[in-house]
């Protein structure tokens, strides 16, 4: 048993001889001292020459820094004879022996022994007390290159990056519980792509300059650079990373759509730069290819609703598109039904991309009819149409959200409505979903009597709750576009006004829970735009306030200028409608003309077609 703890002897101090002679000295090496020539002199038939021996300057044992240390007055390095006199007894008590010539050997590893750290502490002078040896860190541990240094050595590039991954990253993703996949994906290119980090540039000043940030360099110059260098990379197709290629399309995209430059089409052209490269190499290799593939069909579908056009890609069968997550995501996350770009939209989106190929459609029965094509080209052409357009009406009403597990929505009803059997419009039966308000958001209390029964923190069932709005808001502004732009219903049928009703509220309650809102644009503008109702109105202006100052787009504000101006196009329209017959005839003569003098067309259905095209924006509700 070990009854006490016995202190190890200190160790004899190693001397150095310096009775050495000239040439080891030079030659830093151990001398034999033999006279009068030692042996390495010997070898090399050298003169060998001895020095005097010079006497040690013995240094004083007790110094002013170590009087202050001992009798524990401040001076001005106060803070490092606090830290000697703290343990200074133990270091003296152990180097008593130590003769403090300063010219003992350091241990093998190179650091000095407490004892020698101790003596050399107590015979510094204060002026040399900055140079001593001092038991701290070297400040240059503790020095952080700037953010981004790697990618950028100009200060206002650097904080374009910093935007774009900690703010506008964060804006377009539905899931990132393991991280963003534009930081995890898109941004390792931007190493190795000059076009990519110029595309990125371009995206985060062009956010900034809408929110009134100056930066340097315009988002202009970024976008032009960033085009001539896909031009090239296009050009060497087969010795480029095709990723690059697409990941620089798809965020010059981003960068059109959130600039909204008048009638522009460019939106269209870079989709079909994008299909091409695709079509190069089909089969997604990696995940970069997948999560920019999935980009493109968002848009792909999202710019065929905008522009009245058939989408450029097929429509995926149903059940083909999977939930896309981030890097590292777990099998068992509470999102694991949840894409980062489509959210739970995922099953619906085959249905709107079918659903966004109609109108085209219809286009071209209507030119058939007009012209008196043959009647069976006129008979096929209906039969499709019908055919088509009854499917997806069938799909969407069937159509469900699909909930990660142990997920229960506050007080919601999700089930598909019943559909009525007859063939009659009239019969059109709206889903009955109730959505509610966000609990804990301001004036609606929290939900208490419900809890959740999985062990999901309150944030992430604010997510769920929002994502799950969106999805929904999503299904019900397609039955708003269904029956008002295909089937050329009236403003105030009720399958349009019940569907506008319920997209709306879906809307609010999307930005009630505070989710992500960077694909809401859409549905909620389809349903703004035939809002009737005084109580819907300003649901739409609700939702409207709370995107804009949340993403902070060019194209949510622009949108939200074309809802007002159908708003008050479509109440005039009412108005000369109750008017006698002269004054409806005036009447009509000035709503089908807009501020430019130019006549509108007759029968226009999407009101707000014209009213973009009058007030000279083609937006793309992204």
């Given at each position: 048993?070990?009854?006490?703890?016995?202190?190890?002897?200190?160790?004899?101090?190693?001397?150095?001889?310096?009775?050495?002679?000239?040439?080891?000295?030079?030659?830093?090496?151990?001398?034999?001292?033999?006279?009068?020539?030692?042996?390495?002199?010997?070898?090399?038939?050298?003169?060998?020459?001895?020095?005097?021996?010079?006497?040690?300057?013995?240094?004083?044992?007790?110094?002013?820094?170590?009087?202050?240390?001992?009798?524990?007055?401040?001076?001005?390095?106060?803070?490092?004879?606090?830290?000697?006199?703290?343990?200074?007894?133990?270091?003296?008590?152990?180097?008593?022996?130590?003769?403090?010539?300063?010219?003992?050997?350091?241990?093998?590893?190179?650091?000095?022994?407490?004892?020698?750290?101790?003596?050399?502490a107590r015979s510094v002078y204060p002026n040399l007390a900055m140079i001593s040896p001092y038991p701290a860190a070297s400040p240059l541990l503790e020095f952080c290159p700037p953010l981004f240094a790697e990618f950028s050595d100009r200060p206002n590039r650097r904080a374009l990056l910093d935007h774009f991954c900690n703010v506008l990253s964060h804006l377009i993703v539905f899931r990132e519980e393991s991280g963003n996949p534009f930081q995890q994906l898109v941004l390792p290119l931007t190493?190795?792509?000059?076009?990519?980090?110029?595309?990125?540039?371009?995206?985060?000043?062009?956010?900034?300059?809408?929110q009134g940030v100056e930066n340097a360099e315009k988002s202009l110059f970024f976008h032009n650079r960033a085009i001539q260098g896909l031009g090239k990379l296009i050009e060497n197709n087969g010795k480029v990373n095709r990723n690059e290629i697409l990941a620089a399309i798809m965020l010059l995209v981003y960068y059109e759509v959130l600039v909204q430059r008048g009638h522009s089409n460019i939106v269209s052209v870079h989709l079909k730069g994008a299909l091409t490269v695709m079509c190069a190499?089909?089969?997604?290799?990696?995940?970069?290819?997948?999560?920019?593939?999935?980009?493109?069909?968002?848009?792909?579908?999202?710019?065929?609703?905008?522009?009245?056009?058939?989408?450029?890609?097929?429509?995926?069968?149903?059940?083909?598109?999977?939930?896309?997550?981030?890097?590292?995501?777990?099998?068992?996350?509470?999102?694991?039904?949840?894409?980062?770009?489509?959210?739970?939209?995922?099953?619906?989106?085959?249905?709107?991309?079918?659903?966004?190929?109609?109108?085209?459609?219809?286009?071209?029965?209507?030119?058939?009819?007009?012209?008196?094509?043959?009647?069976?080209?006129?008979?096929?052409?209906?039969?499709?149409?019908?055919?088509?357009?009854?499917?997806?009406?069938?799909?969407?009403?069937?159509?469900?959200?699909?909930?990660?597990?142990?997920?229960?929505?506050?007080?919601?009803?999700?089930?598909?409505?019943?559909?009525?059997?007859?063939?009659?419009?009239?019969?059109?039966?709206?889903?009955?979903?109730?959505?509610?308000?966000?609990?804990?958001?301001?004036?609606?209390?929290?939900?208490?009597?419900?809890?959740?029964?999985?062990?999901?923190?309150?944030?992430?069932?604010?997510?769920?709750?929002?994502?799950?709005?969106?999805?929904?808001?999503?299904?019900?502004?397609?039955?708003?576009?269904?029956?008002?732009?295909?089937?050329?219903?009236?403003?105030?049928?009720?399958?349009?006004?019940?569907?506008?009703?319920?997209?709306?509220?879906?809307?609010?309650?999307?930005?009630?829970?505070?989710?992500?809102?960077?694909?809401?644009?859409?549905?909620?503008?389809?349903?703004?735009?035939?809002?009737?109702?005084?109580?819907?109105?300003?649901?739409?202006?609700?939702?409207?306030?709370?995107?804009?100052?949340?993403?902070?787009?060019?194209?949510?504000?622009?949108?939200?200028?074309?809802?007002?101006?159908?708003?008050?196009?479509?109440?005039?329209?009412?108005?000369?409608?109750?008017?006698?017959?002269?004054?409806?005839?005036?009447?009509?003569?000035?709503?089908?003309?807009?501020?430019?003098?130019?006549?509108?067309?007759?029968?226009?259905?999407?009101?707000?077609?014209?009213?973009?095209?009058?007030?000279?924006?083609?937006?793309?509700?992204?």
């Open positions: 048993m070990l009854l006490y703890t016995r202190r190890a002897p200190p160790k004899a101090p190693k001397r150095r001889s310096r009775a050495g002679c000239t040439y080891c000295k030079e030659k830093k090496k151990k001398c034999d001292e033999v006279r009068p020539q030692c042996s390495r002199c010997a070898e090399h038939g050298i003169e060998c020459a001895y020095e005097a021996v010079k006497p040690r300057q013995r240094k004083k044992r007790e110094g002013p820094l170590a009087e202050g240390a001992s009798d524990g007055n401040s001076g001005p390095y106060s803070p490092g004879g606090r830290r000697f006199s703290e343990t200074g007894s133990d270091f003296l008590a152990e180097g008593d022996e130590s003769d403090g010539d300063g010219d003992e050997e350091e241990g093998a590893s190179g650091k000095p022994s407490r004892g020698s750290m101790m003596v050399r190493q190795k792509s000059l076009p990519v980090m110029n595309a990125m540039y371009a995206l985060a000043s062009a956010h900034l300059e809408y190499n089909p089969d997604p290799t990696d995940p970069t290819t997948a999560f920019l593939e999935r980009a493109f069909r968002f848009y792909d579908v999202i710019a065929a609703l905008s522009n009245g056009t058939a989408p450029l890609s097929a429509a995926p069968a149903p059940g083909c598109l999977q939930p896309f997550p981030p890097l590292g995501a777990l099998a068992a996350s509470p999102l694991s039904n949840v894409d980062t770009l489509l959210g739970m939209a995922t099953t619906l989106w085959p249905i709107i991309h079918r659903l966004s190929d109609v109108l085209p459609l219809k286009r071209e029965l209507e030119l058939a009819v007009r012209f008196n094509d043959a009647i069976p080209k006129v008979a096929a052409l209906r039969a499709e149409f019908e055919s088509t357009t009854a499917a997806i009406e069938t799909a969407l009403s069937q159509w469900q959200p699909h909930l990660p597990p142990n997920f229960v929505p506050d007080g919601e009803d999700v089930t598909p409505p019943c559909r009525s059997t007859s063939n009659s419009p009239d019969d059109t039966t709206a889903p009955s979903i109730a959505p509610r308000i966000a609990p804990g958001a301001p004036g609606v209390p929290a939900d208490t009597t419900n809890p959740p029964p999985s062990p999901m923190s309150a944030p992430e069932r604010a997510r769920l709750h929002s994502i799950l709005h969106n999805a929904l808001a999503y299904r019900h502004s397609a039955f708003v576009y269904l029956y008002r732009t295909i089937y050329s219903y009236p403003r105030s049928h009720p399958a349009v006004q019940t569907n506008a009703h319920i997209a709306l509220e879906h809307c609010v309650a999307t930005v009630a829970y505070a989710g992500p809102m960077g694909a809401l644009l859409w549905p909620l503008f389809a349903a703004a735009c035939e809002a009737v109702s005084t109580e819907d109105r300003s649901l739409a202006e609700r939702a409207f306030s709370a995107i804009r100052k949340r993403q902070g787009m060019m194209n949510i504000e622009r949108s939200w200028e074309i809802v007002q101006e159908v708003w008050r196009r479509a109440d005039w329209a009412e108005v000369v409608a109750g008017l006698p017959d002269e004054g409806r005839r005036r009447g009509s003569m000035q709503s089908m003309h807009n501020g430019n003098g130019e006549r509108q067309e007759e029968g226009e259905v999407d009101l707000w077609r014209q009213v973009s095209k009058d007030m000279g924006f083609n937006i793309v509700f992204g």
